[in-house]
């Protein structure tokens, strides 16, 4: 009667335990060459947000000019080398990036997580409530999505003038709707499920039930639209800042940068095309991890990227 | 029919909203009197103005003569634009009606949208529809990528690219301007590459989404030709989202113009309002913004209606 060590029929279980763990997502960011890039992007993306005094080779603001408008990978009157060439203060383009990274991927995630927590506080409870508290809110959403966003940003913006501040609250303004549809459809589906009659009939308050026990099941997509959300806010970004109407020129953003770099197009073609394809790659990333994000959370897709042995 | 007019309605007092709010909030940036004649003007002018144009009266009172003189097309005149003589007492002097300066820009963004939409809509369907019919191979995977490409990049830089490729290094086309053909061509691809993506996507998942359904079985079964199942049996079923996706498409460039007609120099309406706000033309600034507001609104409500002549099991107006 010694106790043994391994029952049989753990084994069994064991082998059929199907939970996620963060090894298996791991292995499937690994696993794929193009998430594992658009995923490495990001990383150091956010690195250099974090990080910009430290990684940026040159100083983003002050001027030199006897470097002037170099080329990528020139070196400079001092031995200076410049990756990505200069601007026609002879600032280094690679360092400008570095810090209008911290501009630009600020105001987009700033602005979508606002937006976020506003539309999905108001689209959960619409949908978990409904009654005239719905009617009222999606009265508005569906209003304010039929409005054109970039003119009505664009006039706000002019009315209250450009910067970092102001740019956030427009897209806060103008974007908490697709948060709160989607967040209202996905409550209205959860209202009539098993687990929230059941939180119901213990007595758990209304609060409570959409919070604790909605939230937490609907959290796949709303991640989706988030990541995408922030791709389109930095889209707009650029382009606002582009027409002068968002971030003020001594910060350095990616839309600022090709505004100015406009003007010598004809003659220093990497000052408009390095920024471009940096908010290129960027919205490429979070709209590459939004779609790995949904079918990794996707019960009928998600087999076949986290199994190990399935080719996709 | 109550339906339509339960539509209709709701879109007119959006667009009364928004048009209140444009009134409202162009209030909060300054006197309109010293906006209208600069910061040289002199007071006995400024005053002058202000009486003639009613500038004096409660906010009230100028709200719902604004509104008033809107529902008879009467915009106001320009502050800049037409801007010839000093005001006089007679205020029709100092300006061009502001509804005449936007209405003359509107055929070029027109021009320019159709362009644009005619080749991205059969452009993406296809290539979604491809896409869908082969999932999985080499054509699947270069759709998905291109789709994605077009997403991602940002509109008026890609013009940019597009003008330093083939108006400066090429010599091709013109960097920008109005005239012929070949001036149309940069700005509507730029303005396409978008919509392109998007409607590519869609109507890849629509289509992949219909084709797995058992009358597509039945059509295989019964020998209907492959691409009879799929031009004819699916992409009719599939045309819901895809109808949606293009009138977003449609409402988005519309706005998307700005960026684009900027860059171009394509004397659109997209230009008038970056030039109307660059110069604080306040009157020209609400007349557009309401005329791209009712435009978008009016390509929001074609979409809704022609849900029902695409799919006739919708029934409108009952909820899901």
């Known amino acids: 009667m010694s106790s043994p060590a391994v029952i049989p029929g753990d084994e069994i279980a064991a082998s059929l335990d199907t939970r996620t763990t963060a090894r298996d997502y791991l292995w499937a960011i690994f696993g794929d060459r193009v998430t594992l890039f658009a995923f490495a992007y990001l990383v150091v993306l956010v690195a250099f947000t974090v990080g910009a005094e430290f990684l940026a080779p040159h100083e983003a603001t002050g001027l030199n000019l006897r470097d002037r408008l170099l080329p990528p990978g020139a070196t400079g009157s001092k031995g200076a080398f410049y990756l990505l060439g200069t601007d026609e203060l002879g600032r280094d383009l690679f360092s400008r990036l570095i810090y209008g990274a911290r501009v630009s991927v600020s105001v987009g995630m700033l602005g979508a997580v606002v937006s976020c927590f506003a539309g999905v506080i108001t689209g959960l409870t619409a949908g978990y409530y409904g009654g005239l508290y719905e009617d009222v809110v999606m009265r508005l959403v569906d209003g304010m999505l039929s409005l054109p966003s970039m003119l009505v940003a664009l006039f706000i913006l002019f009315v209250l003038g450009g910067g970092y501040g102001n740019l956030i609250l427009v897209f806060s303004v103008l974007h908490w709707m697709v948060f709160c549809r989607l967040s209202r459809g996905l409550a209205l589906d959860a209202r009539s499920a098993t687990y929230v009659r059941a939180a119901k009939a213990l007595g758990a308050s209304g609060p409570r039930i959409v919070f604790r026990h909605i939230l937490p099941n609907v959290m796949a997509p709303i991640i989706v639209l988030f990541t995408l959300e922030i791709a389109i806010l930095i889209l707009s970004e650029a382009s606002l800042s582009f027409l002068g109407f968002g971030v003020r020129p001594p910060d350095p953003s990616w839309g600022l940068m090709i505004a100015d770099g406009r003007e010598h197009i004809r003659s220093a073609w990497w000052l408009v095309t390095f920024p471009g394809l940096a908010i290129f790659l960027t919205a490429l990333s979070l709209n590459l991890v939004a779609n790995w994000i949904r079918a990794v959370t996707d019960p009928v897709q998600r087999w076949r990227w986290l199994s190990r042995d399935v080719r996709r | ?320």
């Open chain 2, 1 to 320: 029919m109550a339906y339509y007019l339960r539509r209709a309605g709701n879109s007119l007092l959006l667009l009364l909203l928004t048009v209140s709010f444009v009134f409202i909030a162009g209030r909060m940036i300054g006197d309109p009197a010293l906006n209208m004649l600069g910061p040289g003007a002199s007071e006995v002018a400024l005053e002058k103005l202000r009486r003639a144009a009613g500038l004096n009266d409660p906010i009230w009172l100028q709200y719902i003569r604004y509104v008033g003189n809107l529902l008879t097309g009467d915009f106001g005149v320009s502050y800049r634009f037409g801007y010839s003589v000093l005001p006089s007492e007679d205020l029709d002097e100092i300006g061009q009606p502001v509804i005449d300066i936007v209405i003359e820009r509107l055929p070029a963004t027109f021009l320019l949208a159709a362009v644009a939409m005619g080749v991205a809509v059969p452009l993406g369907v296809l290539m979604g529809v491809v896409a869908a019919a082969h999932p999985r191979s080499v054509a699947d995977r270069i759709v998905t990528i291109i789709a994605l490409a077009g997403v991602s990049v940002v509109q008026f830089w890609l013009g940019l690219m597009l003008i330093v490729f083939f108006a400066v290094q090429l010599g091709w086309l013109p960097t920008g301007g109005y005239g012929g053909f070949h001036h149309v061509i940069l700005p509507a691809l730029t303005l396409a590459a978008r919509p392109i993506g998007r409607i590519a996507q869609i109507t890849r998942s629509a289509m992949l989404d219909e084709m797995s359904k058992p009358y597509v079985v039945t059509a295989r079964a019964k020998g209907v030709r492959e691409w009879q199942i799929v031009f004819v049996h699916a992409l009719k079923n599939a045309a819901v989202p895809i109808i949606t996706m293009i009138g977003d498409e449609l409402s988005a460039l519309l706005t998307g113009a700005i960026l684009v007609e900027k860059i171009f120099a394509w004397p659109g309406i997209g230009l008038l309002i970056i030039d109307s706000l660059t110069r604080s033309d306040l009157p020209l600034i609400q007349a557009s913004i309401a005329v791209v507001a009712t435009l978008v609104v009016v390509v929001n409500l074609m979409v809704d209606f022609s849900y029902r002549l695409v799919n006739p099991r919708i029934k409108l107006g009952t909820r899901a």
